[in-house]
């Protein structure tokens, strides 16, 4: 055994996801084995791996009968009451806060052989349970705390036996603030109304707080464009909110993507719901995302009360811990959202950190192979513990057909996020024609879509954060079989490939609105292009090369030489790219790590259009589950 330096808030390593342990070896034994005497010698209450600097779920609890507990993958299934007491950390040296945890909690955990068990704890168990586990997320006590207080404020230091009884131990230096009359203390939102009014995001109204007064438009729009210092507004564009109060803030609201439209409209009151979407839309655009794959929002009493545009938001919120339900398990979605509520709202929000940046690149790409010189229009979505010290893998991310860099429902929109989350950049891009592409996508076929993969890796290895030697390719339907087309081509470039859907053969009728392929090369070797229609967009001129180059290739002979490892992905109710695409992907392929998953009951846009994203967020982790254990290299595994 040994001791371990136990790091300090500052420390990039306490603020990023750990990975879940696999591996229940004598590497993991001397894991915990080092974390019980580095507990011991520093006389906590609790340490989680990533304090000392190890990115794996595990942690040391220390129980009601100071048994050092040992918990690897623990997750919390159950919690009862609440408790508001003093919170410390030995990666918070000498500073403590108030904070409100359950009173009961039971968690379920994996022993250091991979045995799961339950362990359930009350008052400082419970509060230890949470915090240590919160640490697995990245998240410290701080993040729920109002405000610090030294050991010196607190007359000495604060031992575990002490949580939980704040009671005539504190000393506090401030000036009491003068808050509306109305806003009682010891009511439920008063932290949050006190949050809100500190930090100059909420002002009270004539009346006082107005705890249980309405919200509107405007007001949530004002309060963010507070919380983002009030930048300068360039231009007015939204029409009705010429000389308005809240003028500035719409139309900031505007530039920035979170207001859709050139009509404010009547200043209309937010539900609950209404509010959801505006916050996980500035969550968003601030970088920030949640784990929003569980079970537990969907039994509430009113879940199918949720207007189908706010579901997603409302998803986003309850996930985050930003608008749970109340006692009963009720979300009340179409409930008028009051002032005090908004307070908590914002409040919640605060607690949480972006996980990464996008921005909006034009990628240039000379004349070669035919293909005309052209812009590649992406989005770069990059985490944001990336750095030239901390280089993260890179992905780049092929649309299908007729669609674009987003993808079908958004599904790449969500998905770039949840990756980032994972530590992978990303850069999603529109082919020619497609998208915010202005080239013409009669010069779209399987040559250029190699050239604008090629392209992007190239952009993706020149930025200083990104593992140039660790890159990967993924593409949806038709983009999938691109990525293979790149993969193949480019062996020194992707060192891992995903197929969403991937498409073996694409000379179905059903790509020609009924048309066979034969008549529709006819057509295009005569005109120079085949028009493609569709419903739910423009239509598209696919030019003869195209027709030449789907005909004469054998994708399945291209599999078969590509080097990389291979995730083929496919949803079992998938008709327009039948599962035994997916199959015969995985069997064709010549590396051994190549893996295959059938989604349960999932199309070929795995569901985004119902709302339900289940089976996309399942897509996505195991796609980034395998490009994490493909592309991180073995040396930064074992260092994490």
Known sequence: MALRKILTDGDPAL???????????????????????????????????????????VVIVVDAEDNMLELVNPEIVSQEGEQEGFEGCLSVPGRWGVVKRPYKVRVRAQDRNGNFFEAEGEEIVARCFCHEIEH????????????????????????????????????????????????????????????????????????????????????????????????????TTVTGTEGEWYANAINWAASA???EGTEYGTDTVITRSGIAT??????????????????????APDYDSIPAADLEGMTFCYYGKVMTGDQKGNLNPNGQLTRAEFAQVLKNFS??????????????????????????????????SASKDAKVPGVVMLHGTGSNRDEAGMGYALAAPRMAAD???????????????????????????????????????????????????????QGGTDALLAAEAHPDTFQAVVTWSGALELNGASLFAGTSFEDAYAQAKKEGFYTMTFDWREPLELGERWFQEVAETNILKVTADIKAPILAINGKDDTTVTPDNAEKIVKAAANADSQ???????????????????ALYQTVDATAAFFQAQLIPAAAQAAA
Not at 596 to 612: A, M, R
Request: hydrophobic fraction near 40%.
């Open 136 to 235: 697995l997320d990245g998240h410290l006590f701080t993040e729920h705390a109002d405000r610090l207080y030294t050991t010196e404020e607190l007359d000495g230091t604060i031992t575990a036996e002490q949580y939980g009884e704040p009671a005539g131990r504190i000393t506090i230096v401030d000036e009491p603030a003068n808050y509306p009359a109305d806003l009682e203390t010891g009511s439920w939102y008063y932290n949050a109304a006190v949050y809100a009014l500190d930090n100059g995001i909420m002002n009270g109204t004539n009346k006082g707080f107005e705890p249980t007064g309405t919200v509107t438009r405007a007001t949530v729009y004002q309060t963010l464009y507070n919380m983002e210092g009030k930048p300068a507004v360039e231009k």
């Open 351 to 384: 607690v949480l950190k972006p996980t990464y940046v996008e921005t909006v690149v034009s990628i240039p790409v000379a004349a070669q192979d035919g293909i005309p010189a052209h812009e590649i229009p992406a989005t770069l979505t990059l985490p944001v």
């Open 423 to 477: 530590g992978i950049a990303t850069l999603r891009i529109d082919f020619m024609g497609n998208g915010d592409s202005t080239a013409s996508y009669r010069d779209y076929n399987y040559t250029s879509a190699v050239i604008d993969a090629k392209a992007a890796a190239d952009y993706l290895a020149g930025l200083e954060t990104v593992d140039g030697g660790n890159l990967g390719v993924m593409g949806w339907s």
């Open 257 to 259: 993507g979170l207001f």
């Open 596 to 614: 295959l998953l059938l989604v349960d009951n999932c199309d070929h846009t795995y569901n985004v259009f119902s709302g339900d994203f289940t």
């Open 278 to 299: 505006i916050i996980a839309d500035y969550a968003s655009y601030k970088g920030i995302t949640v784990d929003t794959s569980g079970m537990a929002m969907k039994e």
């Open 15 to 57: 603020h990023k996801m750990c990975r879940p342990v696999t591996s229940f070896d004598a590497r993991l034994h001397t894991l915990l084995d080092d974390l019980k005497e580095t507990l011991a010698d520093a006389n906590g209450a609790g340490l989680a791996a990533p304090q000392v600097g190890i990115l794996r779920r």
